[in-house]
Each structure stands twice: as C-alpha cells, then as structure tokens.
C-alpha cells in the first residue's frame, strides 16, 4: 500500500492506493475516526460490484451502517438527489460525529461530497473512488458539488474529505469508455506538469491498455501527487489551481455542445488538451514535434483527439461562457513544451478559432 498526505493544515489527510484495500476500508476508516456510525453512499451498478465488501468490512469494525444510493448517472447529481440522500441520513439519525463514506465515480464522489459539506454544517467524509477519474482527479482537492439546470457544479463547496482510499482493483471492471476517460485527465496531467510522467506513459502504453495494476498504481500515485501539491498550494482556486485546467475551457465547451451527453468528460478532455496543444504551437510556446509526441500518445491509448466539427465560433461562444472566464477575458492554461505550462489570458480570438480549425483538421 503507498501512503501520500495531502498537507492543508488541520485539515490534512491521507490518500491510500493499492490493490485490495476495500476489504481493509471498515478497519482504516474506523481506527482514523473512531467513528460507530457510517452513512454509505453509492449507486446501483458500483454497489452490487463492491457493495458487500465494504459493508462487511465496516460491520466487522461493529459499525452502524445506512446505506443510500443515487440512480447511476450525471443527470443525477443534483439537489433533489442530494435531499433523498440527506433523508436517509436524518431518518438513520446520523449524528455530527458519524461519517460519510462515498463509494462510486466522481458523480457519487461529488453528491456524497456534497452532502458532507452542508448535512449538520459539515460531517466528516472519506472517499472511495472506483473509477480511474475519481482515483486521479475527483476524490482529491475538496471539491464537492452538485449541478444546476443551468449548469453544471453550480451548487457546491469546498469540503476536504479526511481519508481517501483507492482500491486498483476496482479499475478492472470500469467499462473500456469510463477507463479512457480516465486516461484523458492522466495525459492532462503528464502534459502539463511532468515530462517523466509522459515519457513514462508512452513506455508503458501497452501495460496501460492492458490495465496491469502495478503501472497504474504507480501513475494514479504520481496524478495524486501532482494534484496534492497544486491543492496545497491553492486550496480554494485563487491562482495556481487553475494549472489543473488544461484543456479544459475547449473540453467544457464540447459537453456543453454535445449536451452532456455526447462526450465523458475524459473524452472532452482530450480533445480540449489537443486544441490547448495546437494553440501553444501556434504562439511559439510548443514544438511540432512535441504535437506530434502528443498525438502518438493519444494514438497508443486509444484516445480520440480529433475535434469535433463544430462551427469555432460557437465553440469559442461557450468557451467564453466557462465558469474559469474573468472579466470578461478568456484565460487558457496552455503547455509551454511537455510538462511545462502557462496561463495566458491575452490570446487573441482570431487564434483560437485557428486552432480549433487545425485541430479539426488533424489526421484521426
Ligand atoms: N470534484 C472534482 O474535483 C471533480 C473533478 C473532475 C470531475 N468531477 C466530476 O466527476 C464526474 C465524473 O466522474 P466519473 O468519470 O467517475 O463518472 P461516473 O461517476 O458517472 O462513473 C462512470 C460510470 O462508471 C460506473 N462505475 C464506477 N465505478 C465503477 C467500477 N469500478 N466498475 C464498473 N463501473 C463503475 C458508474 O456507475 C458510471 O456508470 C462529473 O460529475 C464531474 O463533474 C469532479
Ligand atoms: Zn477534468
């Protein structure tokens, strides 16, 4: 098992991976919060997956356990589910001192999440991401919330988890387009903060595909590490944090023009990054041959890079209506070569709809 702390003060925690630790959750959860009462929250295809481990594993700690579920699916972090969830807490009587434990993706981890920060002002929650997104990304940093009809994540707060847990082995039954998705925020990472990551991610693509758990272990390690390091630097996203963004302004305005339906978020992700790459080589900031490096990796994962044709001014329409806009003025995390990035907030329109163009352009 590999320990990593995330260092935010008293609110510090621990991020555990390795392969078979949701049989050890009841034990890990209990001796950190000496808690008796757990409030499970998951969905229905992840519960009847790993559902039974951990309820058995928390019984064996003699805790008391209210399991609630959530109907699988984006459409559903809002709310209304976060109510029935709350329901189920204040039936159960869960107490202050209880915990909330969010077994499932990023979409349980941010409801569950969600609830913790505001069920009694705020109860204590640990989190048990089983998609490699959630292990990478989601389940770190704090960040919980739920989404609006008008957007998305619109209803949320910043509420550290005290404990993460991340079992690989739940990675074995992710679905091959869930798993890939996961890969997009993995190449984000390599892209904009670690050449070695990338290198590495080109060395062991075919270890990757084939889903050997040491490997991924090792690279959701180095994905924690780098998001650890960001959060504790900018808990709340006054600056630094925004780094965690690449690709992302272009990748939001795709989900929002596929209607959330079209694209994962990993997949939009890619693309985004891509686009985010083309742009960077376009001002001078990355060399062609470093696109190229990019493209192949996409290429041996398996991930698809091609933007989508949509018309670019209306992806840049939606790209100025993304949440991470500031007075009016688009701010784009760009590579400045492999591993290296920049925030750029004087990039002219005419550029960017270049890029979106060349990107739509590319050789699948
Ligand atoms: N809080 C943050 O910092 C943050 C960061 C990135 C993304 N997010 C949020 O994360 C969500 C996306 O998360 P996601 O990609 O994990 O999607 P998800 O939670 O919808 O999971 C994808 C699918 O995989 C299933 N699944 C989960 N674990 C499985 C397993 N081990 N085996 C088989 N199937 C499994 C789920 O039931 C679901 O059908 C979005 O709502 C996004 O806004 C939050
Ligand atoms: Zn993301």
Redesign the pocket.
């Known amino acids: 098992m590999t320990e990593l702390s995330v260092d935010l003060g008293k609110r510090s925690y621990n991020i555990l991976i390795g392969s078979g630790l949701l049989h050890e959750a009841g034990r890990l959860i209990q001796e950190l919060t000496g808690t008796q009462q757990a409030l499970l929250v998951s969905?229905?295809?992840?519960f009847s997956?790993?559902g039974e481990q951990v309820v058995n594993s928390l019984s064996r700690q003699g805790m008391r356990l209210v399991v609630a579920q959530m109907p699988?699916?984006?459409q559903y972090?809002n709310v209304q589910e976060a109510m029935k969830i709350i329901d189920r807490a204040v039936q159960a009587g869960l107490e202050r001192s209880g915990v909330v434990v969010a077994l499932?993706?990023?979409?349980?981890?941010?409801l569950a999440?969600f609830v913790a920060a505001i069920y009694r002002r705020g109860i204590r929650l640990v989190q048990i991401?089983?998609?490699?997104?959630?292990q990478v990304?989601?389940?770190?940093?704090?960040?919980?919330?739920v989404?609006h009809s008008e957007g998305?994540?619109l209803i949320?707060a910043f509420h550290q988890p005290v404990l993460v847990i991340v079992d690989s082995h739940?990675?074995?039954?992710?679905?091959g387009r869930?798993y890939l998705?996961?890969l997009g925020?993995v190449v984000k990472y390599a892209l904009t903060f670690d050449a070695d990551l990338f290198s590495c991610l080109e060395k062991s693509s075919e270890q990757i595909l084939s889903r050997d758990l040491t490997v991924l272990e090792a690279i959701i390690k180095r994905c924690c590490e780098l998001k650890s390091m960001i959060v504790s630097e900018d808990e709340r996203e006054a600056g630094l944090r925004m780094s965690?963004n690449l690709g992302h302004t272009f990748g939001h305005a795709l989900e929002k023009l596929g209607g959330y339906q079209t694209y994962?978020?990993?997949e939009a992700v890619v693309m985004g990054c891509m686009a985010a790459a083309v742009l960077a080589m376009q001002l001078g900031m990355l060399e062609e041959q470093e696109l190229k490096r990019i493209a192949t990796l996409c290429q041996s994962l398996g991930l698809e890079y091609k933007f989508p044709h949509y018309p670019p001014e209306m992806v840049y329409l939606h790209m100025q209506n993304d949440k991470k806009v500031q007075g009016g003025k688009l701010r784009l995390v760009l590579p400045e070569g492999i591993g290296y990035f920049a925030i750029r907030d004087d990039v002219p329109r005419q550029a960017v709809l270049e890029a979106i163009a060349a990107c739509q352009a590319l050789a699948p």
Do not use: I, R
Not at 104 to 110: E, I, N, P, S
Not at 137 to 145: H, M, N
Not at 170 to 175: A, E, I, P, V, W
């Open positions: 969905n229905p295809l992840v997956l790993y699988d699916g984006e972090k499932g993706g990023g979409v349980v981890g941010d999440g991401p089983t998609t490699l997104l959630a990304d989601s389940s770190v940093g704090g960040k919980v919330a989404n998305k994540n949320g739940t990675l074995l039954s992710l679905s869930d998705s996961g925020e965690l994962t978020h990993g």
